[in-house]
């Protein structure tokens, strides 16, 4: 831009052509750079269409103060005729940031080369621009065939007309729309006592109403953010939902007439560069806004204008959750940290050693206490009754202060310990985890089971059209390509997610947020594939963003665009309070797990107990049978060796 003002610098001095001034100095320089301070602009361009050389060394003089006392308040300031203008800036004269354009007198010539040669194909809307006019020239009749759009800050200086103490009033001027009256509103006035008095209202404060301007709205069907209203004959009457309350809103508050249209599209590119649905109205001038939920892509917002996003959301990938969750084997072990497991452990070892050694001192030094205590005393068992009393337990009463101390303690310490971890266990087990299939497109498609839809002829279908990421163009070639009937809203599409046997859909998430309650099954989502902005669609060259915008960020600043979204305009069913989240047998599957396979063992111990028993009691009858047969084969040995003897 730098380089481009040191041009025009160039330009206007090897021209040597000059402009008539039709005010005195000090009126030029006051009001230019009121203008200039209160736009904040980066440079001045002072345009005239005198081809002749200045005739008087006075104007001259003149225009060369002019420019240094702008020059010299650090204002980048060039001098050009119209026509030099057009040659050597032309179409980039959007490359020069915030420029202030000054016409400095109401010529003929000025006039008729600014309406023919530069309104027609400069953005009048880029710069800001400051005329002035002679107190006899008509303000009408100077823009009587200029075109000066809402949002163009056009400024024209005229004297007041006061001859004792002359100043200037300068008026913003600017139609509605195209053939429609000039309007006229007070912008600043200048005066020599009290210099140039500048607005405090913003661009559109001052143009808040439109007058009854007509704006024919295209929307679709597309609950609960934007739904058509039709009479008994099924005309177009209205919309609803979250964009048709922000359409009411905006018509209120602009004094605007609204008409709205219907399309089943949103509106894709197709390959011959034309655009189709809800966007291709837009460019063929056959709507002026776009109200649905209209995601800001960059083709299109190379095509069209959009508004300030009115909400920014994920898009991800939706299916039906599992009707099983994961079985919680560590459910009952989750509640406490390793840490906490091993201070229990810990706790119960050192009672049961402190309980002991308080055992073992009475038995030494106060053995009638000891003989009076019913307590168990030996280590096994008091291991297990300290045990115990964390499972809710109770313990024999003891005697002795010592040991009913600990014992007090202990239970104490247990209590506290079985609250917690009672809460912990019921809040685990009321969160139910869910074991998905996949969480990535990438997994989706190893997957080959699922369908996969988007909304028909929708953002979210070029998304995937036109998309450089392998993974997705894949899954563009080899799951939605064979989608015949894609959905043509996302209430259809998630409706088929829970009706369709593994169906996973693309949509954002606010849509879920809103429709989840009007599905017959629970949505998950995948990861995040992009993040996205939702706005209204205007049309090419639309000078009705800026007041739209100047709305909008006003409803959203006040609170009442999210109050819009979030309860007035919701599905039914969205507000229902959710009820008692209940546990599955799943969840306490562990549990019953665990008790079973403690009865079992048990069973078995005690079979093994019995089994061991009963061979003890067989093997000491067979070692009496052996022994009384071992002792009566001596006793018979013994007689027969003395029946021998008695004989010899």
Not at 5 to 23: D, E, F, M, N, V
Not at 276 to 304: C, H, K, P, Q, Y
């Amino acid at each position: 831009m730098r380089k481009l003002i040191i041009l025009l610098c160039i330009s206007a001095h090897t021209g040597q052509s000059y402009c008539q001034l039709i005010r005195p100095n000090v009126i030029y320089e006051s009001v230019i750079k009121g203008v200039h301070d209160y736009y904040n602009n980066t440079c001045i361009i002072l345009l005239h269409a005198t081809e002749d050389p200045i005739e008087s060394q006075e104007e001259s003089e003149n225009l060369q103060r002019l420019q240094a006392y702008l020059s010299k308040a650090y204002i980048r300031t060039a001098v050009m005729q119209i026509s030099t203008f057009i040659d050597r800036v032309g179409g980039s004269y959007y490359h020069i940031k915030r420029p202030l354009f000054v016409l400095l007198n109401d010529d003929d010539d000025v006039r008729n080369q600014f309406a023919f040669e530069i309104a027609p194909w400069i953005d009048m809307s880029y710069p800001n621009w400051l005329v002035f006019l002679r107190p006899e020239t008509s303000i009408e009749g100077f823009f009587d065939k200029i075109y000066v759009q809402f949002d163009c800050t056009m400024m024209v200086s005229q004297p007041d007309g006061n001859l004792e103490s002359p100043g200037e009033i300068i008026t913003e001027v600017y139609q509605i729309d195209r053939g429609e009256k000039l309007r006229t509103g007070l912008f600043a006035t200048w005066s020599r006592e009290t210099g140039i008095k500048l607005p405090r209202w913003s661009l559109y404060q001052r143009r808040s109403d439109l007058q009854g301007h007509l704006f024919r709205v295209m929307s679709i069907e597309d609950p609960p953010q934007s739904m058509i209203r039709r009479d008994d004959n099924g005309q177009v009457t209205g919309l609803g939902g979250f964009f048709g309350g922000l359409m009411d809103l905006l018509q209120e508050s602009m004094n605007c007439t609204l008409v709205y249209l219907e399309t089943n599209e949103w509106g894709y590119l197709r390959g011959n560069g034309t655009w189709t649905g809800a966007v291709g109205s837009l460019i063929d001038n056959t709507s002026d806004i776009v109200a649905a939920e209209l995601i800001m892509t960059r083709d299109r917002v190379d095509a069209i204008k959009f508004t300030t996003p009115v909400y920014s959301t994920k898009i991800r990938t939706y299916i039906k959750r599992p009707s099983l969750s994961a079985l919680k084997w560590g459910a009952y072990f989750i509640p406490f940290e390793p840490s906490v497991w091993v201070a229990i452990v810990v706790m119960i070892v050192i009672t049961t050693a402190t309980i002991s050694l308080v055992n073992s001192a009475i038995s030494l030094f106060a053995r009638q206490w000891k003989d009076n205590d019913d307590c168990p005393t030996n280590v096994p068992d008091i291991f297990f009754a300290v045990f115990g009393v964390f499972c809710s337990q109770g313990m024999s009463a003891s005697i002795l202060d010592p040991i009913r101390i600990s014992h007090f303690v202990i239970h104490l310490t247990g209590v506290i310990i079985l609250a917690a971890y009672s809460a912990a266990l019921i809040s685990a087990l009321a969160v139910k985890t869910f074991v998905l299939p996949f969480t990535t497109m990438d997994g989706l498609l190893k997957d080959n089971t699922y369908r996969f839809g988007v909304v028909r002829d929708s953002a979210d279908y070029s998304f995937f059209q036109n998309t450089t990421d392998e993974i997705l163009g894949v899954l563009f070639d080899k799951l939605l390509v064979k989608e015949k009937e894609l959905p043509n809203n996302y209430l259809e599409g998630l409706s088929l997610v829970c009706n369709e046997d593994k169906y996973a859909f693309m949509t954002v998430d606010n849509a879920v947020t809103q429709l989840q309650s009007e599905v017959g099954c629970v949505l998950v989502p995948l990861d995040t594939i992009s993040q996205t902005s939702i706005a209204f669609g205007l049309r090419p060259g639309s000078p009705y963003r800026g007041i739209l915008d100047s709305h909008l960020l006003l409803l959203r600043d006040s609170g009442v665009m999210q109050r819009l979204l979030n309860s007035h305009w919701a599905m039914t069913g969205d507000n229902v309070e959710g009820g008692w989240e209940s546990v599955e047998i799943g969840d306490i599957l562990p549990l019953a797990v665990m008790l079973l396979t403690g009865i079992f063992m048990g069973f078995m111990i005690l079979s093994i107990e019995k089994l061991v028993k009963r061979n003890a009691k067989i093997i000491k009858k067979e070692k009496k049978i052996v022994k009384k047969f071992l002792k009566n084969a001596k006793f018979l040995s013994g007689q027969l060796n003395h029946v021998k003897k008695s004989n010899k």
